[in-house]
């Protein structure tokens, strides 16, 4: 029978705090990695759809102006006659 001395048991205790500690360890910088690839994968998202919209109000300010260059004449004729 083999029986442990408390150095042993002192020293088995530490070991098995050790890899709790380097399994958090592990544990959180996987999740810190995880984290800055989701800031990252929303900062793209924000700037593209960014991008989108600003497209968006640009041709809609187009479309709105010749619209206004279209209409405008014909009105100014109409109360002109």
């Not at 700037?47 to 600003?54: G, M, R, V, Y």
């Not at 640009?58 to 260059?69: G, R």
Request: glycine share 0%; charged share 25%; net charge negative.
């Amino acid at each position: 029978m083999f029986l442990f001395s408390s150095f042993d048991c002192a020293y088995l205790l530490h070991l098995d705090w050790l890899q709790e500690a380097l399994a958090e360890e592990q544990r959180l910088a996987a999740r810190y990695v995880n984290d800055i690839e989701i800031a990252k994968a929303q900062r793209d998202f924000e700037l593209k759809k960014a991008a989108f919209d600003q497209e968006v109000h640009t041709k809609k300010a187009q479309s709105d102006l010749a619209y206004s260059l279209q209409v405008i004449p014909s009105v100014l004729l109409s109360l002109h006659y």
